[in-house]
């Protein structure tokens, strides 16, 4: 290969570099378009186009190795562009991507195979769906956008008056309406982020994660795109996991290859274990963030070697290692996030042991200070020998950051300790 490039500029994708760095590459590491936190180990690209990067590809003189962070390129169909030039390709194809960029199509293809998930309808006319919760009886009501919203555009509404000003809010962008808003009834259980590497035909189990999707500890608080998690979980049986990858990822891989869907990537299955069994809430087509954070840095594996083997439809092994550590990830976040997050304010990072701090939404001004420049900033890990540890940890780097007008939960990982 003639070089590895990450594709995106989030945490997630500084952690999946942080992963390749460890190995030491005989090639040149690339980030397209980064941030200021990759610089460490690669050579930031400033591509944030879909264009740009296949016009950027296409000149390079051998077979490159290209992993695909967010779900914006894969939705747009990077992986074929860069998959005709030749290139060696984490993730899935454009078709196969729609099973996160229209949760619709990600429903009809669970009902079809019958994969299990909350029964659900879809409305693009936002006056019908204010007449179905205006009859519904079975509150809260789980109202969600079928497009890619950035890990914003879920609803639990507890009754009416919450369903109806997330209509009303939705109903000023008409946008939102062309692939849809899905009501769903609620699911009742607890959560689990399962992430699989997979070529579309066999898989593997990645470290279970758990992560905090709320901006704060209140249970009514915005949904966001991450505020922290942990791994690994250890609260789910070996029976839950059979049923799971019996009720779920063994159809789940029949029905993609009965779907003719090229996929070669990371897998992520948001599953509710319910009293009925595991149910999926959702698809993502690429690693979570913030579960990419806790996942990557307690594995001790080649990553290079496990990319490249999948890129090209090979698994490398058929189980990952057990974890060799425990981490802990809490997410610092401007104030105002996540609708108006502030921008500008400069961030000073003083490492300590036992922690990495991965940069997001960062910048550097022309001084070459570093500022946050978004919403989610900073994704801050502890490492340790045990949940407890790790969490001890993450919290003692976050004193060590100034980082002001910013907000983070203080709840990360309790429910591991209890």
Known sequence: MQGIVVIGSGAREHAILWGLAQQVPQVPLYAAPGNPGM????????????????????????????????????????????RAQGHVVVGPSKEAARLESSKAFAKEFMDRHHIPTARWTLFHDPSALAAYTAQYAE????????????GKGVVVAADETVAKKAIAEWSEDPTVYDDGVIAEACLVGREVSVHILTNGQDYVWMPLAQ??????????????GGMGAYAPVTWLTDADRKAIQTAVLDPLMQAIQKDHLLYRGVLYVGIMMTAQGPMVLEFNVRMGDP????????????????????????????????????????????????KTPRRGQPLAITPTEEAIVFQAATRRDPKGQLQANGGRVLTVVGLGASISEARRHSYQQVTAIDFPFSCMRHDIALEALE
């Not at 509150?139 to 950035?150: T, Y």
């Not at 992560?211 to 966001?224: A, F, G």
């Not at 594995?299 to 290692?321: F, K, N, S, Y």
Request: proline share 8%; hydrophobic share 40%.
């Open 211 to 224: 992560d905090y999707k709320r901006l704060s500890e209140d249970p009514q608080s915005p949904n966001t």
């Open 39 to 82: 610089e460490q180990w690669a050579s930031c690209l400033g591509l944030d186009t879909v264009a740009d990067i296949v016009q950027w590809a296409s000149q390079q003189s051998g077979p490159l190795l290209v992993i695909i962070g967010p779900e914006g390129p894969l939705a747009e169909g990077l992986s074929d562009h860069l």
């Open 291 to 338: 579960e990419t954070e806790v996942i990557i840095p307690i594995l001790d594996v080649d990553w290079i070697q496990w990319w490249w083997e999948l890129g090209q439809g090979h698994l490398h092994a058929q189980t990952l290692p057990e974890p060799a550590r425990a981490a802990v990830a809490v997410v610092l976040a401007s104030d105002g996030y996540p």
């Open 139 to 150: 509150w809260p009501l789980v109202l969600k956008q079928s497009r890619l919203a950035q």
